[in-house]
C-alpha cells in the first residue's frame, strides 16, 4: 500500500576472480513506526506513557501513605453522605481533624534539625493520636461539639481557597494562619446560629476534601504537598513551604467541589424525606433524637 513500509530485502554478493558466487546474505529491514504512528508514537504512545506514570505512582506508594490514603477515603465517605445523620461519628470526627492538622503542623515545627527516627511513622500516628484525644473530647460537650464540626468545614475552605493559586492565594505565613483562624472561627459560630445547615455543609466539603486527599496519596498528583505546604508554613516555620498547581492539582480540586456538591444534595434529600418533606427543614437540632 503507498505511504506504507514494507520490509526490504537486498542481496549482497562477494565473487571472485573467476565469477563465482562464494557467499551471499540476505539482510531484511522491518520498519517500527507506521505513517499513523500506531507502531510505538502518537496516541499510542502517549496512553502508554500515562499508563506508566500511574503505574510509578502506585509502586511509589508507602505503608504509612496507604494507610492514611485509605483512612480518608473511608472517613471522607461516611462524612459526605452521611454526616448529619450519624451526630456522634461526625463530631469525634471533626475533632480528629481539627487535632490532626494541630498535631501535625505543631510536630513540624518542633522537629530536629536530623529529623525524627522513623519520621514518617511519627508524622503519621503524633497527628492521628492528638486527633483521637481532641475527638474525644468533642463527644463530651455537645455544643462544643458542634462548633468543632463547623470550624472543621472552615478548616477545609481554607485549604481549598489557599490552593487556587500556585505558591499560595496568600503568600505570607502569618497571613495563611490568620485566613485559616478566622475561616474556622466563622464555621464554628454560623453552626451554633444555624446549626443544622451548616452541619450539613461542613460535613459535605470536609468528606469530600477527605475523599480528594485519600486519593492523592496513591495518585501523588500533588494536592496532598500543596495541603501539607500551607501546614508546615505557619509562623514559627523555618521556610515558606510553597506548591506548584499543576493540571493534576486542578483537576483534583474540581473534583473536590463536585463531591462536595453532590454530598450537599444527597444530605439535603435524605433529610428532607426524614421530616417528611418538611420543605422549612427539621425543628430538630444536630444530633437531637425525634
Not at 450537599?264 to 433524637?289: C, H, I, L, P
Request: charged share 10%; hydrophobic share 50%; proline share 3%.
Amino acid at each position: 500500500a503507498r505511504g506504507v513500509p514494507v520490509p526490504e530485502q537486498q542481496q549482497l554478493s562477494a565473487t571472485d576472480s573467476a565469477g563465482a558466487d562464494t557467499t551471499t546474505t540476505t539482510v531484511e529491514t522491518t520498519p517500527t513506526t507506521t505513517t499513523d504512528g500506531s507502531g510505538g508514537g502518537g496516541i499510542g504512545g502517549a496512553a502508554a506513557g500515562a499508563v506508566a506514570d500511574v503505574l510509578a505512582s502506585v509502586h511509589a506508594v508507602t505503608p504509612q501513605q496507604g494507610v492514611l490514603g485509605g483512612l480518608c477515603i473511608g472517613v471522607g465517605l461516611l462524612l459526605l453522605f452521611c454526616g448529619l445523620r450519624l451526630y456522634r461519628p461526625t463530631v469525634f470526627l471533626a475533632g480528629a481533624v481539627l487535632g490532626s492538622a494541630a498535631g501535625y503542623a505543631a510536630l513540624v515545627r518542633l522537629r530536629p534539625s536530623s529529623g525524627y527516627a522513623n519520621e514518617d511513622t511519627v508524622l503519621l500516628l503524633g497527628p492521628l493520636a492528638v486527633g483521637v484525644v481532641v475527638g474525644g473530647f468533642f463527644l463530651c460537650m455537645r455544643r462544643l461539639a458542634v462548633c468543632g464540626v463547623g470550624a472543621a468545614g472552615g478548616f477545609v475552605v481554607a485549604m481549598f481557597v489557599l490552593g487556587l493559586r500556585t505558591g499560595g492565594a496568600i503568600s505570607s505565613g502569618w497571613g495563611r494562619t490568620v485566613f485559616v483562624v478566622v475561616l474556622c472561627a466563622v464555621g464554628g459560630v454560623a453552626a451554633l446560629a444555624v446549626e443544622k445547615h451548616v452541619v450539613l455543609v461542613a460535613t459535605s466539603v470536609t468528606g469530600a476534601y477527605g475523599v480528594v486527599f485519600g486519593i492523592d496519596c496513591f495518585a501523588h498528583a500533588g494536592f496532598v504537598e500543596a495541603s501539607k505546604s500551607f501546614v508546615e508554613s505557619g509562623p514559627g516555620a523555618a521556610e515558606l513551604a510553597e506548591f506548584t498547581v499543576s493540571a493534576k492539582v486542578v483537576a483534583l480540586v474540581v473534583g473536590f467541589a463536585v463531591l462536595a456538591l453532590i454530598g450537599a444534595v444527597v444530605q439535603y434529600r435524605t433529610a428532607w424525606r426524614r421530616d417528611g418533606g418538611n420543605r422549612g427543614g427539621s425543628q430538630r437540632g444536630f444530633g437531637e433524637k425525634d
